[in-house]
Structures are given as C-alpha cells and as structure tokens.
C-alpha cells in the first residue's frame, strides 16, 4: 500500500509538471463581467471593443447594463457594475469623487484624453469652399467676439432683428452655460439663444445648413459621428478659467476640458488584474473617435459591427494592449 501511494504521488506530480509546461503563461479568470451601457455611439462601441476583447481573448462573458449618467458611479462603487469606458469626470465630480477617493473604484485613465465641446461655424463660412463654388463670407471670423460683427450672415428666421445661436438639448447643463455665455460675450442683444428638442433636431440643424453650404453657428462636442464628417472650424474663446466659471461672469470662457476616463470597481479590480491591466493600456484619440463614429453612421452599422471594424482597421493599435497570446486569440475570431 506504501509503496502504491508512493507510485501514485509521484504520478500526480509528473501531470502537474506537464500541465503546468501546457498551461498558457497568462491564466485568466473568466466569469462575467458588466460594461455600463448608455445611450450615446462612443460609449456603446467602446464596450463592445473590450468586450470582444475580453470575451474572445480572456475567456469573459461580457454583458451590457443600460444606466443613466448619475445612477452608473453608485453602481460602480457597489460592484454592480464592473466597467465604465467613458466616465466623463468633470461632469459627475460629485459622485466620482465619492467612489474614487474613497477606494470603492479605481481610475485607469484616459480613454481619449482630448474631448471637447465648444461653439463652432462650419470652415466654408471662413475659408470657402472652391470645390463647391461657395466663397468666403466671414473671412475674419476667428473668435466669439468676432460674432458682433457678422450677426447678420446667422439671422434667426423667426427673429431677423437677431442672429440665430443653436445651442444644445433641454435638460443638458450646456443649456444653461451658453445662454450665459451669449450673455458673458455680450452677444445675447445680437444672438436668440435657440434650444433644440433633441441631438437629432442639434445636429440635423448643423448638417442642413452644411449640404446647403449655408452659414451656421452654435454648440457641438465631440467625439461624434457629425464632426467626423463635416468640416467644421470652433471659434477661439478665452482660456477656461475657474474664476470666470460661475453665473457672475456668465461663462465668460471656454468650456473645461473633460477628462474621459475608464473607471473600474475596486471588487472588480480584486477579481480580475488581467483585465485592469488590460484596460490601463487602453487608450484612443478624439480624432480616431470621431473617425469610427462617422463610420458606423455611413454605413448604418451597430455597436458591436463597428467594434468589429476597428479591431480589424486598428490592430496596430489594439494589439499593444494586450498580451501577445491574447492578440492572437483576438484576431483568429476576427
């Protein structure tokens, strides 16, 4: 019997060498993991970007929660939700901060660190457009001050004694900065403060007034599908300072910039380094942002079509993400 158990330990360690000498050198947890969903183009390609990722490299089961703005930092920081790719810092201080600084989740950085959100005027307002036939009609048109000058080529159709400002959705805080900044600007006795319905109602009033190579100001952001298509040039305004930033001086400068970063539950972080480290690396530009977007409205594709298309258009980018292993695994389910 002795010598029987002996013969039978000295089996076991000789699988678990071979095992060990078969084993991957990266061993992954797998399991669930949960993106927190929300209604906007960027986020939802995002997630499913590292989703494919983890799902096809790592061995996870992504899935996909729907959450509004304010309810997605709680959710983090009570392990209800493993992964945020677009947490726009700036915008939900309060409640980051409450999560963060108290250890209930870790920020990994910056998704695109170069978002913006400004006033702009299509270029062909200020450059021309020869290719179309239309000439320069605000040659001098760099700043928001600028504006006092040429009210008349913007008129408000319902309101010709005025120009016409599109500014952004009911509802959304740039609502209110920028009639106070129309103010801050000392714009509000040229400019009506206009209020579209909807981003459909923002943008579509931007790209009618685009294919008819007719003049156009108001708000936008990016990165979206719109300003990767349209040529669009923001106006200068004075650097973003803190002492302007309030109802006294009416926003009299440019908007902060807002840090986009990926945030991840600090349970989740415990459960799974691979993926935190995976996701540290994790790193895109405005630019390339607004290129994927304007995609995925050209050819009318989903979230998880178009993550499919940047894996295959950017690997040169994506692979330094991950482990080698983990690439090839990737993109043999490509």
Known sequence: MKMFANRSCLVM??????????????VFAGGKVVFADQGFDSIRTHNRIAGFILKHGYGYEPEYMMAESLTVLPSLGRGDIDIFMECWVDNYQEAYDKIVKTGKALDLGANFPDSWQGWLVPTYVIKGDPARGIKPVAPDLKTVFDLKDYWKLFKDPEDPSKGAFISCIPGWGCQKVNNLKLQGYGLDEQ??????????????????????????????????????????????????????????????????????????????????????????????????NNVMLAHMKDTNATAGQTAVWFLKTYDELWTQWVPAEVAKKVKASL
Not at 13 to 26: D, E, N, S, Y
Not at 208 to 234: C, E, R
Not at 255 to 281: D, Q
């Open 191 to 288: 400019f009506n403060h206009i209020v579209p319905g909807s981003d459909a109602a923002l943008s579509g009033s931007m790209i009618a007034a685009y294919k008819k190579g007719l003049p156009w100001v108001g708000y936008y952001w990016a990165p979206t599908w719109v300003l990767g298509k349209l040529d669009m040039t923001p106006l200068e305004e004075p650097p973003y300072d803190k002492n302007l930033w309030n109802d006294k001086d009416k926003y009299a400068c440019a908007y902060p910039s807002v840090k986009v970063n990926i945030v991840v539950s600090a349970m989740f972080n415990k459960r799974s380094p691979e993926v935190v480290e995976f996701l540290k690396k994790y790193e895109t530009t405005l630019q390339l």
């Open 13 to 26: 360690v000789f699988i678990m060498i071979v095992m060990v000498g078969l084993t991957p050198c990266a």
